[in-house]
């Protein structure tokens, strides 16, 4: 087995990036609300190797940012995206949170429906939201655990939205009963937050504000100290603040990682993707098995076969920067909505680009939608442009698609979703992969209830 030298602070900001999309923030949040919560740590005098552990707690913070995204578009048929991006402005009061229901609820849909979901907030707003944030806690921790990191960590993700007067969500937990890394990832991201929509003034007023309610009055204190120092700022909003955090990891070291654990990686997000839509529960997972399943079939050796089953993990990685209201929309999407969802392959190709040992990855990530006539997306490439590797990943993906639920209409059978794959051969698809996954297929238990269609049959 390789083992390769990576800096795992690389890989993890990153994909950081991921995640601000999907909650709505400018790019690089989770970045920034690691430099201002690595320095409140360092304020308060935190060792090096608990700092090490804060500073992936910051970076990590919005891992289960995704699990909640259909439901907040189904309860308040809202954009999900612009909906997280404005409710972490709000404080919590009820004079807030009534303005921002009103403001929010069902601005895209009928006079009728928003009336009946704005009466269902009011009602069971309370147990709604603490069911929201449970979900997104627990499903972040449980990933970041599948990541290799510390209970500390996990700790850290999973209470990331209690208060420190015990008015937060889920469990209402009190004061020091927080943990220590959940209270400065919370006053990190409101500062972030703010800082980036009114500046530090309003960053620093904030917190002065939502001190001893929201906040440990002795972190507030830390962090106006760290802030009062020269640079501050400054840096927090410079260009090349990603390379200033990426440098100044506490405890910096190269982490010798052999591929099981970027495997682990690449499967860990696989679930912070199909975790945005009901509709792609599994999808990332089954796109892997049937890309292998062609892949043995066509004799790729196994080191190919393992870089394949990344590409496959990690190809939709640019849905988290989709909104819900796009993903699950049961009717046929509009210009810009079909312009917004063409998107998705761009974003993996962007995200993955910056992450050295997935940057060979990027690619297939980018074109998966490309097909062999040049009248896929993004860039319309033809045959001799689109490497085998994409074909592979891109006829999994494919077959998967038609196999499982959509919004606008129910999985189809096996050979039904072969006959539509030959009907595109040579055009949309390459035949070979269609046969490879075709030969496969006869070979496992799938074919026992329903015989898999020929070529020549679907023709």
């Known amino acids: 087995m390789r083992t390769i030298q990576i800096r795992l602070a690389e890989i993890i900001e990153a994909l950081s990036k991921a995640?601000?999309?999907?909650?709505?923030?400018?790019?690089?949040?989770?970045?920034?609300?690691?430099?201002?919560?690595?320095?409140?740590?360092?304020?308060?005098?935190m060792p090096d190797a608990a700092l090490q552990e804060l500073y992936y707690t910051l970076l990590l913070k919005d891992l289960g940012c995704s699990s909640n995204a259909a439901r907040i578009c189904e309860l308040y048929l809202a954009d999900d995206i612009s909906f997280k991006r404005d409710f972490k402005l709000i404080d919590g009061s009820l004079s807030q949170v009534l303005g921002f229901v009103l403001g929010h609820t069902g601005l895209q849909a009928g006079l009728a429906g928003r009336f009946r979901s704005i009466l269902n907030i009011m009602q069971n707003?309370?147990?709604?939201?603490?069911?929201?944030?449970?979900?997104?806690?627990?499903?972040?921790?449980?990933?970041?655990?599948?990541?290799?990191?510390?209970?500390?960590?996990?700790?850290?993700?999973?209470?990331?939205?209690e208060h420190w007067n015990g008015?937060?969500?889920?469990?209402?937990?009190?004061?020091?009963?927080?943990?220590?890394?959940?209270?400065?990832?919370?006053?990190?991201?409101?500062?972030?937050?703010?800082?980036?929509?009114?500046?530090?003034?309003?960053?620093?007023?904030?917190?002065?504000?939502?001190?001893?309610?929201?906040?440990?009055?002795?972190?507030?204190?830390?962090?106006?100290?760290?802030?009062?120092?020269?640079?501050?700022?400054e840096t927090l909003r410079s260009p090349e603040l990603e390379t200033v955090v990426l440098e100044s990891e506490?405890?910096?070291?190269?982490?010798?990682?052999?591929?099981?654990?970027?495997?682990?990686?690449?499967?860990?997000?696989?679930?912070?993707?199909?975790?945005?839509?009901?509709?792609?529960?599994?999808?990332?997972?089954?796109?892997?098995?049937?890309?292998?399943?062609?892949?043995?079939?066509?004799?790729?050796?196994?080191?190919?076969?393992?870089?394949?089953?990344?590409?496959?993990?990690?190809?939709?990685?640019?849905?988290?920067?989709v909104s819900n209201s796009v993903l699950d929309k049961p009717g046929k999407l509009d210009d810009g909505e079909w312009l917004a969802m063409r998107r998705h392959a761009e974003f993996s190709e962007e995200i993955l680009s910056h992450i050295g040992a997935f940057a060979d990855v990027a690619r297939i990530g980018g074109a998966h939608h490309e097909r062999l006539d040049g009248k896929g997306?993004?860039?319309?490439?033809?045959?001799?442009?689109?490497?085998?590797?994409?074909?592979?990943?891109?006829?999994?993906?494919?077959?998967?698609?038609?196999?499982?639920?959509?919004?606008?209409?129910?999985?189809?059978?096996i050979a039904q979703?072969?006959?539509?794959?030959?009907?595109?051969?040579?055009?949309?698809?390459?035949?070979?992969?269609?046969?490879?996954?075709?030969?496969a297929l006869r070979k496992t238990p799938l074919t026992l209830s329903e015989p898999v269609v020929g070529a020549s049959a679907a023709a």
Not at 276 to 292: E, I, M, N, Q
């Open 250 to 321: 506490p405890g910096r070291q190269a982490i010798m990682a052999d591929d099981d654990y970027l495997d682990d990686i690449a499967a860990a997000f696989a679930r912070v993707i199909d975790a945005k839509s009901p509709y792609t529960s599994g999808h990332s997972d089954r796109v892997a098995l049937f890309t292998d399943l062609i892949a043995e079939e066509m004799g790729i050796d196994a080191e190919g076969r393992r870089f394949l089953h990344r590409a496959a993990l990690l190809h939709d990685i640019g849905k988290l920067g």
């Open 417 to 439: 979703a072969f006959a539509i794959l030959w009907e595109g051969a040579g055009g949309a698809h390459d035949p070979i992969c269609i046969e490879a996954l075709q030969r």
């Open 377 to 413: 997306y993004p860039r319309g490439l033809t045959a001799d442009e689109i490497p085998m590797e994409v074909r592979i990943v891109s006829t999994a993906d494919v077959f998967d698609a038609l196999t499982a639920d959509r919004p606008y209409r129910a999985a189809m059978p």
């Open 19 to 45: 995640l601000d999309m999907t909650e709505g923030q400018p790019p690089g949040h989770c970045i920034r609300a690691c430099f201002i919560g690595t320095h409140i740590g360092r304020e308060i005098g």
């Open 125 to 161: 707003g309370g147990q709604i939201v603490t069911d929201l944030i449970q979900t997104r806690c627990q499903r972040g921790a449980e990933i970041a655990r599948q990541m290799r990191f510390s209970e500390d960590v996990a700790g850290g993700v999973l209470n990331l939205d």
């Open 167 to 233: 008015g937060g969500r889920p469990l209402g937990i009190v004061g020091e009963a927080i943990p220590l890394f959940s209270r400065i990832a919370l006053l990190s991201q409101v500062a972030d937050i703010f800082q980036m929509s009114g500046g530090p003034e309003a960053a620093m007023a904030e917190i002065r504000k939502r001190a001893g309610s929201w906040f440990d009055p002795a972190l507030t204190a830390a962090f106006a100290r760290a802030a009062a120092r020269p640079a501050f700022w």
